[in-house]
């Protein structure tokens, strides 16, 4: 039985006040052609289906369009809600739209019931399990001890009528310990929300969400698809893919990914202002994308934004990085600090920073600064 995998759509999602609405139309067409060239026996999408729990209009839409496709091929869709999405929301008219073949996730009521396919070789029983926490699972086992998600998830695996004998699939949206976060996603400090992987035991396939890098959580049993696009410029140097996880008879697993080439890539670029604007820089990258430029000038030079939105009209973000200029050297030691006088000490670090002295203007306007600030400190007692 064959199985596409993919998780965190997050539709409807802006950064740095662009909309991904049209880059998330273009991913999801890719995975219709797809799925129409391969015909899998299921999509799974393992949550964040929207980037917010009440998402815009033109979010629903636009997911109302691909299921309603997705069902045109005949294809069956199993769906769980994540973090960022309203259960109820995503469970809204579940019974309904089954008859196109679109499974939703209910919002947990204590247990889950599988949803049985068959091929060749038997029957295969698919688990959908929403994002929780555990107090969604103490509010149904109040006289269990679950002090973690993991403990949690447990006991939600735990009281799932899973048969042994057959195939169990189980799709799932949590952080399993060990994952490699990416900057768009939320993290907790502290192990308490982990989920160890052993609690995924009595599956024969995991397809998991959360985190945006595709990646083996417990070998290729335990899986996390990543997300089809870039939301973050850690995702930069990302190949995003989609997940085919392949079911022979039981114990027989094979997984392979489906590259997913974006409409507009999300890129990071670094140099001088006049590095990154001259052409032979310009030709070597991919201008259109969404871009996060790192400055290494030593100093901030005027108009710099304008320059660059000149060459990157869909540029995202600009940071400085002054480490590449900076000169070598120490600020001063503790022994030596209360022999200098706050101006020296700021150009020590004002130095070591920038990798270039004060110029006599600046040390002009911080000397009256200080004298400003003294004068004021002495009227004040």
Not at 68 to 92: C, M, P, W, Y
Not at 249 to 258: I, M, W
């Amino acid at each position: 039985m064959k199985f596409f995998h993919i998780s965190d759509l997050h539709l409807g999602k802006r950064a740095y006040e662009f909309s991904f609405l049209e880059d998330q139309a273009y991913i999801l067409d890719q995975i219709v052609s797809l799925a129409a060239r391969e015909k899998p026996d299921a999509l799974l999408i393992a949550g964040d289906i929207y980037d917010k729990s009440a998402p815009p209009a033109e979010a629903v839409a636009l997911l109302d369009d691909f299921f309603a496709r997705l069902s045109g091929l005949g294809q069956k869709t199993f769906v769980i809600s994540g973090n960022h999405d309203s259960a109820e929301r995503v469970a809204f008219a579940g019974r309904l739209v089954r008859a196109s073949g679109v499974y939703l996730s209910p919002v947990y009521a204590g247990t889950v019931a599988p949803i049985t396919l068959e091929d060749a070789f038997g029957a295969v029983d698919v688990f959908l399990l929403p994002f929780l926490k555990p107090a969604s699972v103490r509010r149904f086992y109040p006289m269990e001890d679950l002090p973690t998600t993991s403990a949690a998830i447990a006991c939600a695996i735990a009281h799932m009528p899973i048969d042994p004998s057959r195939r169990n699939v189980l799709v799932a949206h949590q952080f399993v310990a060990g994952g490699q976060l990416c900057d768009s996603e939320e993290f907790a400090v502290g192990d308490a929300d982990n989920v160890a992987p052993e609690v995924f035991a009595p599956f024969d396939y995991v397809a998991l969400g959360h985190l945006h890098g595709a990646q083996n959580a417990q070998g290729e049993r335990v899986r996390y698809c990543g997300s089809p696009l870039k939301y973050s410029f850690s995702e930069a140097r990302q190949q995003k893919s989609l997940t085919v996880a392949e079911l022979g008879e039981k114990g027989a697993l094979r997984v392979s990914t489906r590259p997913l080439t974006p409409r507009r890539d999300l890129c990071e670029i670094r140099g001088t202002l006049q590095e990154v604007t001259s052409r032979a820089f310009y030709e070597t990258v991919d201008a259109q994308a969404y871009m996060h430029v790192v400055l290494t000038d030593g100093e901030d030079v005027p108009g710099a934004l304008a320059r660059l939105r000149a060459v990157y009209p869909s540029l995202m973000r600009v940071s400085r990085d002054t480490r590449a200029a900076r000169a070598p050297g120490q600020l001063p030691g503790p022994e030596t600090v209360e022999a200098q006088s706050p101006l020296e000490l700021f150009a020590a670090f004002y130095a070591q920073r920038n990798g270039v002295p004060l110029s006599g203007a600046q040390r002009g306007i911080l000397q009256k600064l200080i004298a400003d600030i003294w004068e004021d400190e002495g009227c004040g007692q």
